[in-house]
Structure formats: structure tokens, C-alpha cells
DNA sequence: CCAATACCTGAATCGGGTTTCATGTTCCCG
DNA sequence: CGGGAACATGAAACCCGATTCAGGTATTGG
């Protein structure tokens, strides 16, 4: 539910700075959209909806927003940080590259599984803001490929694999294995699951360290 | 462009069955909805343009289907076989499984490349109708899994996976690089690739040969 | 040629949404 | 405590699209 803006808020209608109230105010809209974004999707969202939640008055939201698709651009450029904060976050403690990508995939799963609808917003931003998707895809994609680069100089995965397709393949897949296995799962009440199933979790961490594990005849590069 | 309906079409709004002129009527507003969805996507695009598109007035658009979300739902139903249909005609060929995971991505690879727009109807169905993605998925999935499966008997592929998740993996990847390498790549003159970089077939290739290939001390069945 | 049947038409209905703006209200500094 | 700046309000202006329906037009079998 917390809303990260590492930047001092403005207006956005505006660019005017603001007062303590006016931040407020501000971070409340953000918050509400998030809400109603994520219960509705963006087209059945509305303005209205949204300061409703907020408690605040229709033309309050034009005070720091230029719009409905702006404030959508922002939700998706914070979500963006949260997710691969808590990627980054779970990966930290890994003792290499491999253990780096079940931490990793925990971690994004963990997030899904906390945040069910906010994962779709994100995705729902192909549609409304492809640019911001994009921007999304890259940021984390980047860390990953820099990642694999790394581990592959220092002989930790395959040399002969391409890091940059490794990391769009595993993107995709970490996405379609959380749509399916935590988005859709229901338990015996109907409930989404708590967290991934960890066979689930045992069954990606298998075809990962397949793929990416150093040929057994591969030299390795002693530093 | 062209429509499969295999089932003889009649109006959905009725149930009535189709003189012939009723039924190039209802293929041509078909079409139109899928140049329509694809260009503008669900929400931009309206039963107004559809019906200019396909050269017809406005009201006669509900003389064959139910609504704007019914001829959705029956154009996701129309590509998911096309989809499908390219991908196991790709794969007839395949001397082995992992020949025909290779094949099968050409397959679909060549299916985005043709039809970049179409592609995303269906994903756009996330948010549109979420039934008809699910059964997408699980259609292609469903054959994927099958197939696997009975590679893992034959030893072609290792016997630790979870056909399964592999299954649900896999997809995702190839989604991912499809929209990656296909949908936004660009040329020279800013126009999408013909089809897929080669040397990205091949990095997914590798990827997914040394993911599925048995372990080399795996015993294999000889039947 | 004449029903009768199948098709087609598009103005009108109805519901809804975004954004603006003239008018208050609150806050805070001197 | 007075007044200006910042903030808040919500009715109204404006735009757009899905769906209906009463009244036409093509087609065809006899």
C-alpha cells in the first residue's frame, strides 16, 4: 500500500511545489488510484472512483495530476521500483548466480503474491502506456542481463549461452508460471495462495539450473 | 485475414441459421472487428468503426453477434487455433522433441511476425475477458504438456522436470521474446522484422536444449 | 409477379466519463 | 488577527459510445 516517490512531489498540473497538506492530499490520490486501478482495471477506473476512495472532491485530482493516464504512468513507474526492490532484495544474501535466480524468483513471486492485483495493472500497461511497460520490461531486464554477464565471466553459468535472450526468456517465464500458479490458484476456499507452491518453486529452480549450468568439460576461470 | 469457423455460423444474436448472404455478412464484420481490435486495440476501438470497416450500417452488427465483448471473445477463440494450428504444422516435421521445440517457436514466431497486431488481442483478453485467456493458455499448454510428457518416456528429455511447469515456462519465454525481438524491434526504415533475428531462434535454442536434454548418465528406454 | 422471408438501415435513446472553472475554505505569516 | 496564498469543491460543459427499434430493401420459391 505504501507509495515510494523518492523525488520531492509537485503538482503535476502544475509544477508548483508543495505544503505539507498539499503532499497529503497527493499521496492519498496516489494511493486510492492504486486501489481502484488494481480492483477495476484501468477503463472501468474513473476519476470519480478514485476521489471517492481518496475522500477528496472531484476537481481536487486535476490540482496534481495533468490526468487519468498520468497518474496511471506513475503508478506503474513506482510499482516498477517495488517489484525489483523486492527482487534485488531477496537476491542479496545468494552465494552465486544460480542461487541468485531461485532467490530472485522467490522474490518477484513473493510480491505477486502479496500484491495479486498489482501485477496486473502493470501488465495492463501494454495497453494503456506501452512505453511505460517497456520502460518496466528494460529496467529490470538490464540488472538481469548485467547479472548473468557477470556470473558467466566469472564461470558460474554457460559461456556459450546469450545473456540478453536468457534474460528475456526467464522474465517471461517467471511472468507466466506467477499468472498461473499464483494468480489463478485457488485453494479449497476459493482463496488466491498465501505464496508459490514450492514444488512449483522447486520445478523452476530445476529448468534453470539446467539451462544455465556450466558444461561439465567447461573450463573455469580461476581468479 | 482469414477467418476459420469451423462450426456453420449463424447469428449469435438469434441462433437462427445463415442464408449465404447472411453469412459473408457476419465474415466480413468478423474481419473488420479484427483489423479494428488489432490497430486500436478493445476500447478505442468501437461497433461504429467496425461496421464502417466491414461497408455495413450499424445496426446490422447486432443482427450477428450479442455485443462489442462477444465478437472479442469469438475472435481470441479464432486466433487461439490459428496459433496453435501454426505452431503443430511447424512442429509435424520434428525428428525429436527438442526439434520440435525449436520448430515449435518458429511456428509461433512466424505466426507474431505475420500478424504483430493480432497477437495482441490476445493478450489484451487478460483485461477484456479473462475467461477466453485462460482457455488460450490452457489449450496451448495442455498440448505442450502432452508432449513433453511423452518425451520424458521416451528419455528424450530429462525425467526430473515437471512437465508442467516446464510447459507453463516455455510459454512464457516465447511470449516474452516474441514481443521483445518481434514486436519492438525496429529496422532501419522503423518497420518490424519480417520474422525473427536467427541468432535469437538460436540463443533460445540453446536455452532450451540444455534446460530439457537428459542428464548424460540418465539411462535411456529403448523400445 | 407476388408474397414471405431474410436482411439491412441509422436516428434516437441511454448511460457514462473526463475535464474545467467560478466559488468557497483553510492555513500561516507578519 | 488580517489578508493573501494554497488548497478544495462539485455542478456543469462537453464528448463519446453501446444498444435498440420502427421502418425500409433485397431475395427467393411458387
Redesign the interface.
Known amino acids: 500500500m505504501t507509495v515510494h516517490t523518492d523525488d520531492p512531489p509537485v503538482s503535476s498540473a502544475t509544477g508548483r511545489p508543495l505544503t505539507t497538506r498539499g503532499r497529503q492530499t497527493r499521496r492519498r490520490l496516489l494511493e486510492a488510484a492504486e486501489q481502484v486501478f488494481a480492483d477495476l482495471?484501468?477503463?472501468e477506473a474513473s476519476i470519480v472512483k478514485i476521489t471517492e476512495h481518496a475522500g477528496v472532491a472531484l476537481g481536487t485530482f486535476y490540482l496534481y495530476f495533468d490526468g487519468k493516464q498520468a497518474v496511471f504512468d506513475e503508478l506503474v513507474l513506482d510499482l516498477n521500483s517495488r517489484v525489483r526492490h523486492s527482487m534485488s532484495e531477496a537476491m542479496s544474501t545468494a552465494a552465486d548466480r544460480i542461487e541468485a535466480e531461485r532467490l530472485g524468483f522467490e522474490g518477484f513471486f513473493r510480491f505477486t503474491a502479496a500484491h495479486p492485483a498489482l501485477y496486473?495493472v502493470v501488465?495492463?500497461a501494454?495497453?494503456v502506456s506501452p512505453a511505460m511497460l517497456?520502460l518496466h520490461?528494460e529496467r529490470i531486464v538490464d540488472g538481469y542481463r548485467a547479472g548473468l554477464a557477470a556470473a558467466q565471466r566469472d564461470g558460474e553459468i554457460?559461456a556459450?549461452?546469450?545473456t540478453?535472450?536468457?534474460a528475456?526468456?526467464?522474465?517471461?517465464?517467471?511472468?507466466?508460471?506467477g499468472?498461473?500458479?499464483l494468480l489463478?490458484e485457488k485453494d479449497a476456499d476459493g482463496r488466491p495462495p498465501a505464496q508459490i507452491d514450492p514444488?512449483?518453486l522447486?520445478?523452476?529452480t530445476?529448468?534453470?539450473t539446467?539451462?544455465?549450468r556450466p558444461d561439465t568439460t567447461e573450463g573455469k576461470t580461476d581468479d
Chains 1, 2 share one sequence.
Request: glycine share 10%.
Open positions: 482495471g484501468y477503463h496486473r501488465r495492463e501494454e495497453f517497456k520490461y554457460a556459450e549461452l546469450d540478453d535472450v536468457v528475456w526468456a526467464l522474465m517471461g517465464a517467471g511472468e507466466l508460471i499468472m498461473r500458479y489463478w514444488a512449483v522447486d520445478g523452476m530445476a529448468f534453470i539446467r539451462a544455465l
